[in-house]
């Protein structure tokens, strides 16, 4: 009978394992639970990220139109100190964002054709500095240029 209790401890031995065996498998399983949640989080997260980073670019576009707008707004109300304040903004703001070597808010097809409307920043800076009316004009052509560029289309002047 001692014979048979040896052998049945035995195989109960051998079908339990070692108390290590148990710990490592317990610890196995909770290490692929954790990563069952980690990976689906971590997918969002990068979803977020990626739509964060689109919407700062859009900003970013809008901001820069916007300053321009405001430049040409100013400039056609015959204030022309704040017009050239807001306008010099843009060209900074424009010059910078051609600038970056990371990815910026403009395509490399728009970043091509921006420093065309960089040419007349000092002409039209000038006009604003002179009081002269034609400023406004030459603000609302670089309007209608930087937003054909920026929409993907050619300008019609």
Known sequence: MAEENDQ???????????PLKGWLIKIGILVVV????????WISKRSVVNELDQSKRELRRSQLE???ATAEIFARRGEYETARQSAS??????????GRSEPTTLS?????????????RDEIITLLSRNDPASA?????LYVAYHAVTAGTTPSQ
């Open 137 to 141: 004009e030459r603000l609302s052509n």
């Open 8 to 18: 049945a401890e035995k195989i109960g031995n051998e079908r339990n394992g070692s």
């Open 89 to 98: 903004s843009f060209f900074t703001d424009l010059q910078a964002e051609l």
């Open 66 to 68: 916007g300053t321009l």
């Open 34 to 41: 954790f990563l069952l949640g980690l990976v689906p989080m």
């Open 108 to 120: 490399a097809q728009e970043r091509s054709q921006m420093p065309q409307l960089l040419s007349g």
